[in-house]
């Protein structure tokens, strides 16, 4: 990930995709880090239009620090998922319980992706 754009020490990120229509759609994500990396999940699961787009693809991701063309692999590991879960808590469930209670059921978990930073940024 580019070092100088901490994507997972903010609250969300926006993530900007250009679909295969040649439109430009953007939604709001929350963002945790585990270890050295970060992680994004689709609330509703596989099905996410935004999930369809960026799994094992690129789009560009937007937070305060500026934007990275980035890269996302989905995690099939479960031992990660489980710290990825208890990422999501410790860093929203004060907040947005509720909300947390949604992120860290299968459904969502089954869509979390790894954001990797692209060459062209410095990531890994």
Not at 67 to 92: C, G, N, S, T
Not at 94 to 108: K, N
Request: some cysteine.
């Amino acid at each position: 990930m580019e070092r100088s754009v901490r994507l997972g020490r903010h609250t969300q990120v926006t993530l900007r995709v250009t679909t295969v229509q040649e439109t430009e759609r953007t939604c709001e994500l929350w963002i945790v880090s585990v270890d050295d990396d970060v992680y994004v999940r689709a609330l509703s699961g596989v099905g996410t239009w935004w999930y369809r787009q960026v799994a094992g693809s690129s789009a560009q991701v937007w937070c305060a620090d500026g934007m990275v063309q980035a890269h996302f692999e989905p995690v099939p590991d479960l031992r990660l998922l489980e710290r990825i879960d208890a990422a999501y808590v410790e860093k929203y469930g004060l907040g947005w319980p509720g909300p947390v209670g949604f992120i860290t059921a299968p459904v969502a978990r089954a869509a979390t992706l790894r954001v990797v930073g692209a060459p062209e940024t410095g990531g890994r």
